[in-house]
């Protein structure tokens, strides 16, 4: 990436970030959680292949990597999976860790005029704990898996956290980790803003859809203050 290409996107109108593995460093917890809910029920599930998935659709994850295991779950064993690797990450995820620059940049961002949401396709009674993490002074709206039929990839997600920040989607900007945020992102025009801290690298993400991949989150909160959209 280089600064013309951040400064070449169009100016935000709200930003919507996703969770593990962009604001906070969850995403080796989440797939402790997965293998140890598939060992549960008897599938030695593959570790790299989890972490390829971290951040779709649970029920999708749950889908797949047991099909690759060999197993064809029903939709009911499919959805109880999910919701146990969701459980036992929470029970692991005791101090989660922000991300470097995320605690700094969504504190700087409540203190400035742009709107921003979380939007991760986690259910919502895993999310609190790595929010809190980023020690804000309240809490930012969040947009969980909770609230649409469809996490990511499909583009529930976002549609609802922009419609919530009150941005048509073609003005918001979405940051995240995961091929899934851009798939996403790229199906409801959206711009996409990559940081390749999760499991996949800035080339995979730019071909995913994302418009820019920065090398963290203090490059947007730069390009951010350039713009006089954020204090400091």
């Known amino acids: 990436m280089t600064t013309d290409d951040l400064a070449a996107l169009p100016l935000p109108g709200a930003l919507l970030f996703d969770l593990d593995g962009t604001l906070v460093d969850t995403v080796g917890r ?38 690759a ?22 029970a692991l995820n005791h101090d989660p860790h922000p991300l470097p620059g995320a605690a700094e940049l969504l504190q700087a961002l409540l203190d400035g005029p742009l709107p921003f949401a979380i939007a991760t396709s986690s259910l919502g009674a895993q999310v609190m704990a790595s929010v809190d993490a980023l020690r804000l002074p309240h809490r930012p709206p969040i ?69 820019v991949a920065l090398d963290s989150l203090d490059e947007l909160a730069a390009e951010l203050r350039r713009r006089g959209l954020l204090a400091g």
């Open 30 to 67: 989440r797939v402790e959680g997965w293998q140890a809910a598939f060992a549960e029920i008897g599938i030695a599930a593959d570790r790299d292949r989890i972490a390829a998935l971290i951040g779709s659709d649970g029920k999708r994850l749950a889908r797949e990597v047991s099909r």
């Open 69 to 90: 295991a060999g197993h064809r779950l029903a939709e009911d064993v499919i959805a109880r999976v999910d919701r146990r690797a969701g459980a036992l990450f929470s």
């Open 143 to 211: 947009v969980d898996g909770e609230h649409v039929e469809h996490a990511k990839p499909a583009p529930d997600l976002l549609l609802l956290a922009a419609e919530r920040m009150g941005t048509p989607p073609e003005r918001c900007w979405y940051v995240g980790d995961a091929v899934w945020d851009f798939l996403a992102c790229r199906a409801v025009g959206m711009t996409g803003v990559a940081v390749p801290t999760g499991a996949a690298g800035a080339d995979e993400l730019l071909a995913a859809g994302a418009d």
